[in-house]
């Protein structure tokens, strides 16, 4: 079974430039979340859908940032435009439901230049 | 304010040996709590987990015990192997139709052989 998948793996753009990841979580998962993780840090959440709905949003910097879940299966994160202290690996995960095991995966690192 | 704490960025443990890696927590709502491990350029994988209503867990060489009263928990590791080399992260959650994790830095563990 094909566990998270996410693209690209890598980017490199410049500041104030438009970046788009997307996510195809696995199988069956009602449940995608996209995470923030900086160096040395642990992943922070970003935003997180049961199906297409985004119920918890709140950390989510809503004047760049900018996600959707079409038919409740894969997810796009976009940021618009870009700055220089958004470079990172944003994560992906997906679960069954909420509560029950995360499946990340390899996440997309992010430089701004 | 950290809510989740990975006191030690680092660990270093002869192979054969016990590894313990130690977390501690400030949210006392926190009810449920879960160990990933991550290796470079990889998504964090699920690895054990506990509820607040157990004082210990156990998978194989992999034991999680929760000190509820002291707020805190550790991953033991018996014995370590090379592979057990990875970033290993606590996460904690609240529960609830709320659910978030909350997740500490990170603890680097390094297997000698």
């Known amino acids: 079974e094909a566990g998270v998948v996410q693209s690209p793996r890598y980017k490199i753009i410049e500041k104030k430039q438009p970046v788009a990841f997307w996510c195809n979580p696995i199988?069956?998962?009602?449940?995608l979340y996209w995470y923030l993780q900086n160096l040395g840090q642990g992943p922070e959440l970003l935003i997180r859908?049961?199906?297409?709905?985004?119920?918890?949003d709140s950390q989510l910097p809503k004047d760049r940032f900018s996600a959707e879940r079409l038919k409740g299966v894969d997810s796009t994160l976009k940021i618009q435009p870009a700055e220089l202290g958004d470079s990172a690996v944003y994560l992906c995960?997906?679960?069954?439901?909420?509560?029950?095991?995360?499946?990340f995966g390899q996440g997309t690192r992010l430089t701004v230049v | 304010d950290q809510q989740v704490k990975q006191n030690s960025p680092s660990l270093s443990v002869q192979e054969g040996r016990i590894s313990i890696l130690n977390c501690d927590y400030t949210?006392?709502?926190?009810?449920?709590f879960l160990w990933y491990k991550k290796y470079p350029a990889e998504g964090p994988t699920f690895l054990i987990s506990?509820?607040?209503i157990k004082d210990k867990n156990e998978d194989g060489r992999f034991t999680v015990f929760l000190n509820k009263s002291a707020k805190h928990l550790s991953l033991h590791i018996v014995p370590s192997q090379p592979g057990d080399s990875a970033v290993y992260f606590c996460?904690?959650?609240?529960?609830?139709?709320?659910?978030?994790?909350?997740w500490g830095a990170g603890t680097k563990l390094i297997i000698k052989p």
């Open positions: 949210n006392s709502m926190f009810d449920y």
């Open positions: 506990i509820s607040s």
């Open positions: 199988s069956g998962h009602n449940t």
């Open positions: 996460a904690a959650s609240a529960g609830g139709s709320n659910y978030q994790l909350i």
């Open positions: 995960a997906s679960s069954l439901e909420v509560g029950s095991e995360a499946f």
């Open positions: 859908y049961e199906n297409e709905e985004a119920v918890d």
